[in-house]
């Protein structure tokens, strides 16, 4: 298999091994690896979002990791403005640029193209956000559906913030978010890509994220909040959305003890491995699929 002509994509639920594997891929093919984790772009958020070691750094080059302020916004836009130019740099150096992360409008965003919706007015977003948090998340996707049908098998009702964006662009224009998604054209061909979705099974999937979240507290991110609590960040910002951030915070009032903090960290991963799981089965359905055993035989063959 020859992927060296390829712009390879690893996508995966959170601690299902895409950095161990991106690596090992990369002195492979002679490749180097791009972040496409929404997270792992902010500079102080090197621990709880789980960014690559100084030690990987070593044997790769690797972009587009911890070079973002949490004060600043950081879209989706931004992110693969950023990306086009470094797949460029990658190739003119005759390497193969491998992305890798669990943000899936990121490479939504590289293989479809971006969206070009009006920008809607602060007031009405605003609003939104309001109803949102009066009737909780439940209710307003039952709201959703009905002014917007094409939404009910695209995401669930825990999916606040394109719960949130799917109301907006339907109310201020008068089209579903996914009729806007219908005119967006990629800057490249599907044969520019070699997709790969590491496919980890639900059970093992959960004890890697337990002994995660204790590996997490091992390695400091309490003082990593503590630190972050010091920026004064404003709520409206991504990193906010971080798991742990909240979770720390509560145990720093003395409201949680260390083992019920470390639990509700690890439950909050779960759901957000469950919801990476889902978009990649609603979106990925042209990826090829490769179970975690197999990706060892996976390199062999290359």
Sequence with gaps: MDLKSKI???YGPTASGKSDFALKLAKKVNGEIINADSMQVYK?????????????????????????????KFSTGDWLKL????????KKRKKVPILVGGTGLYFKALTDGMVSIPNIPNKLREKIR????????????????????LVKDQMNASDTQRSIRAYEIK???????????????SDYDKKDFYKIYI?????ELLERISNR??????????????????????????????????????????????ADMIDKISIKTRQYAKRQST????????????????????????
């Design 213 to 258: 979240a204790e590996q997490m507290i091992k390695k400091g991110a309490i003082t990593e909040v503590k630190k972050f609590i010091k920026f004064k960040v404003n709520r409206s910002k991504s990193a906010q959305k971080a798991i742990g951030i909240s979770e720390i915070r509560e145990h720093l009032r003395k409201k949680t003890e260390i």
């Design 83 to 90: 990306v086009n130019k470094k797949i460029l740099e990658i």
């Design 171 to 185: 109310l201020f224009t008068k089209k579903s978010m996914y009729e806007w998604f219908k005119g967006t054209k």
């Design 130 to 149: 309001l109803l949102h948090k009066k009737i909780g998340s439940k209710n307003f996707f039952l709201k959703l559906i009905k002014i917007d049908p």
């Design 279 to 302: 978009w990649g089965r609603s979106n990925m359905f042209d990826w090829n699929r490769v179970s975690p055993n197999n990706l060892g035989k996976f390199l062999k063959k290359i």
């Design 44 to 72: 102080e958020l090197k621990i709880l979002s789980a960014r690559p070691s100084p030690k990987d750094y070593q044997k790769i080059k690797h972009h587009l990791y911890g070079f973002q302020s949490v004060k600043k």
């Design 8 to 10: 390879i994509l690893i």
């Design 199 to 203: 496919d980890f099974p639900r059970k």
